[in-house]
Nanobody, 121 residues
Framework: QVQLVESGGGLVQAGGSLRLSCAASGNIFSIATMAWYRQAPGKQRDLVARITRGGITNYADPVKGRFTISSDNAKSTVYLQMISLKPEDTAVYYC???????????????WGQGTQVTVSS
């Protein structure tokens, strides 16, 4: 019941910066956490960063100190600010939302369509 749309991906040279956006719609009040994942060709989808509704963040080791996840609850949007990009960061980046809905608090997970980030050397 939650729809996610990512934007902001593109081609950038090593050392450059990009900011990804994820806009949520639908039952946004049921969302407990939102996260960014990435998947390179031939690789599994890995967690990049996560943020709770209360603003608590968590990062994967390869991006610590370079990526920052933030949220604007009024706009129902989550961002991923990426600096000092490396070729190893090249991947499709996906927005993810998790929460509980309905009177029985049924768990759910939603995924965006993904946005391509390519870092050239």
């Amino acid at each position: 019941q939650v729809q996610l749309v990512e934007s902001g991906g593109g081609l950038v040279q090593a050392g450059g910066s990009l900011r990804l956006s994820c806009a949520a719609s639908g039952n946004i009040f049921s969302i407990a956490t939102m996260a960014w994942y990435r998947q390179a060709p031939g690789k599994q989808r890995d967690l990049v960063a996560r943020i709770t509704r209360g603003g608590i963040t968590n990062y994967a080791d390869p991006v610590k100190g370079r990526f920052t996840i933030s949220s604007d609850n009024a706009k129902s949007t989550v961002y991923l600010q990426m600096i000092s990009l490396k070729p190893e960061d090249t991947a499709v980046y996906y927005c993810n939302a998790n929460g509980y809905s309905g009177i029985y608090s049924r768990p759910f997970g939603s995924w965006g369509q993904g946005t391509q980030v390519t870092v050239s050397s």
